[in-house]
């Protein structure tokens, strides 16, 4: 709370007249504004005790402190900020009554859940005190309704151009401040042919500015962020596009725009990508805002905002840096896009000392937050932890390092209330393989036995939701037996366990479970690797849990169990460790049994899943085999087909043993 009392209104009323009264243009001045400039004071005569007592009686109300101290200085203003051309003294501030109309205009916005600060806005206008004189359709009202411990009244602004809800303000005192920061941030950028604006309020900021960039390379963000914000309200030079730097990193992402800073060819290629990607999530292909954000800039840049923006769009784009950042960078890509997204953010945490700013206004690297393998890296914590990091060349104290997010371990997916959105899921993971070669073996049946990779498809990076897009946005045809899923790819870690170098695929929308059509891909993983199958979620018209495990050694199942339905199917020489008489008791148990066996799962083979990256982040993907059996004799199955066929009805749309279609 500003403290109104105390605040000296002379010098502060003062120094603005004279900043005013220097830049005040040659033509459209009138004889009012030349006798304020030439005597270098927007206000009047202060008003003597006796005068603001006669207008008190003769308003019924005794005035707020903030209000009287500044009529003692000065009894009424004149330029208060740009769009109000004279402040009422005390002749000429009067109860406002609605004689706007807007009370009947703020009351029809408002619904039946409507609280108490809605409310306030419409009935201002009914009990408000009228400030303005003259204006250009902007009201002031002193509210006698809304008033503090110390008796200071609230002030509402309001402009019907602004097409926005009134401003509010504790007080008369931080009104006069905003309207001589409003004052200075209209005059900030001269037209052509007017002189700069420069006085030492200009100077103090923009030394003030400069201090903030260099401590915000020495990991300061915080107070360079408040020193930022502070000169970008009076409109300085720098102070917006710097602080949008910093603000990004924290997520304010639409207020973002880093003003002049973008359009600047050293600069744009590391800001563009964060403003190009943000648009592209929101515009619907309506560019215009995009351009607007670039209005200044050369036909340079225009053009790399455009072929960034098409590169945004189609998953393409990359970041890119220079020296041992830039190193770094690559290392960190490839981390990611097979899952280790904590490997990946410390990799490039440990680097960012180096990191090389492209001009003295770049506070960090920016760019990279576009990559759709990079980005999902970011939180609002990592976030803050570049932005504590000393960077740029500069000294400071390294921070503390932004916890893991993979728990490291498969447990986590038992928790999809909490967050991680796999009601249902299942995976395989496979022992001494890369990524590359466990989608080769899964999705081609000739190299699961030869450990041929030549032919395997992999998709760009992209997250699972999309993956499940890809599936049903290019399928015209649905069979029964055919449930090929699109799996994402990556390391599953070398883990605690016996098990080193697995690699992992993963659906977490999987086609419905059927236990007596199910095959477990297991087998198909082939030679030289051990493979594990888990297949975990609800069924039925009850919704009822099952879980399913099977472990596969050169392409032969070792041993397996399922339960479903309220009992369990075993095979083989289950491990202690993995029995499910540990887990399994009554039938109610399983779901309370699934947390358990995946730790043991887990604990067995020395595996885990990155959370992080199936969540949030994008992996590679593939198609694998078929998880369900071809049909057996006798056996009838549906085929959906989307959209007209006009060729004969293909084999597979018919029964097993040839009795006739099952479905079109």
């Avoid at 393989?433 to 699961?448: K, N, T, V």
């Amino acid at each position: 709370m500003t403290d109104t009392t105390a605040f000296d209104w002379r010098p502060f009323l003062l120094r603005w007249s004279e900043e005013w009264a220097d830049c005040l243009p040659d033509e459209n001045r009138t004889e009012d504004d030349e006798a304020a400039r030439q005597a270098r004071w927007l206000g009047f005569p202060p008003a003597s005790e006796e005068r603001i007592t006669a207008m008190e009686e003769r308003l019924g109300r005794r005035m707020p402190p903030s209000y009287r101290g500044f009529l003692k200085v000065s009894d009424g203003w004149r330029h208060a900020g740009e769009f109000v051309w004279l402040l009422a003294g005390t002749a000429d501030a009067h109860w406002h009554n609605d004689e706007s109309g807007l009370a009947e205009i703020f009351e029809e916005y408002l619904d039946e859940d409507a609280g108490p600060e809605e409310r306030q806005e419409a009935e201002i206008w009914r009990r408000g005190l009228q400030l303005d004189v003259e204006s250009d359709a902007t009201y002031i009202l002193l509210d006698p309704e809304d008033v503090d411990e110390c008796g200071e009244w609230a002030v509402y602004t309001w402009a019907s151009w602004r097409a926005e809800p009134p401003e509010r303000y504790a007080n008369f005192t931080e009104l006069m401040q905003d309207l001589y920061r409003e004052f200075h941030s209209l005059q900030a950028r001269p037209g052509v042919g007017e002189p700069e604006f420069a006085n030492d309020t200009t100077r103090e900021l923009d030394s003030l500015v400069e201090e903030a960039r260099l401590e915000a390379l020495r990991g300061g963000w915080e107070q360079a962020q408040e020193a930022l914000d502070e000169a970008k309200e009076y409109g300085r030079p720098r102070a917006a596009g710097l602080g949008d730097q910093i603000r990004r990193l924290l997520a304010e992402t639409s207020t973002v725009h880093f003003e002049d800073l973008v359009s600047d060819p050293r600069y744009a290629p590391d800001l563009l990508p964060p403003l190009v990607a943000e648009h592209a999530k929101h515009s619907y292909r309506d560019d215009s805002i995009l351009m607007f954000h670039l209005r200044g800039a050369d036909e340079d840049v225009v053009s790399l905002a455009h072929a960034t923006l098409d590169r945004v769009r189609r998953g393409t784009y990359r970041y890119a840096a220079t020296g041992p950042f830039g190193e770094a960078v690559e290392r960190a890509r490839e981390l990611a896009r097979w899952g280790d997204t904590d490997g990946a953010w410390r990799t490039l945490m440990n680097a960012l000392p180096l990191w090389e700013p492209l001009g003295p206004d770049h506070l960090a690297p920016l760019g990279w937050v576009a990559d759709p393998v990079l980005g999902p890296l970011w939180t609002p914590e990592r976030g803050r932890e570049l932005l504590s990091t000393p960077r740029g060349g500069m000294a400071g104290e390294k921070p503390k390092p932004t916890a893991a997010l993979d728990p490291g371990d498969l447990a986590w997916l038992a928790e999809s209330a909490a967050g991680n959105g796999f009601a249902s899921y299942r995976f395989v993971l496979a022992e001494g393989l890369g990524p590359e070669e466990l989608a080769a073996r899964l999705g081609d049946e000739d190299a699961s036995t030869a450990g041929d990779q030549n032919g395997v498809v992999l998709n760009e990076p992209m997250t699972l939701w999309e993956a499940g897009d890809s599936l049903r946005g290019g399928q015209v045809e649905f069979s029964a037996y055919d449930d090929r899923p699109v799996m994402a790819v990556g390391r599953a870690g070398t883990g605690t366990g016996t098990g080193t170098g697995w690699s992992f695929a993963f659906d977490g929308t999987p086609a419905p479970f059927d236990k007596e059509r199910f095959v477990s891909p297991a087998t198909a993983v082939g030679a030289g690797t051990r493979a594990v199958v888990v297949w975990s979620g609800l069924k039925g018209e009850r919704l009822e849990q099952f879980f399913h495990l099977s472990v596969a050694r050169d392409g032969v199942e070792q041993y397996a169990f399922t339960y479903a339905e309220g009992e369990v199917r075993r095979s083989g020489q289950i491990p202690p460790a993995l029995d499910p008489s540990r887990f399994l008791g009554e039938p109610e148990s399983v779901a309370e049994a699934e947390r358990p066996l995946l730790e043991a799962v887990s604990q067995e083979f020395g595996v885990q899943l990155p959370r992080h990256a199936l969540v949030n982040g994008r992996l590679h993907t593939c198609t694998t085999r078929s998880w369900t059996r071809p049909p057996r004799d006798g056996e009838t199955y549906a085929v959906i087909r989307l959209g007209f066929h006009p060729g004969p009805v293909p084999d597979s749309a018919w029964t097993a043993d040839g009795g006739g279609p099952g479905g079109a």
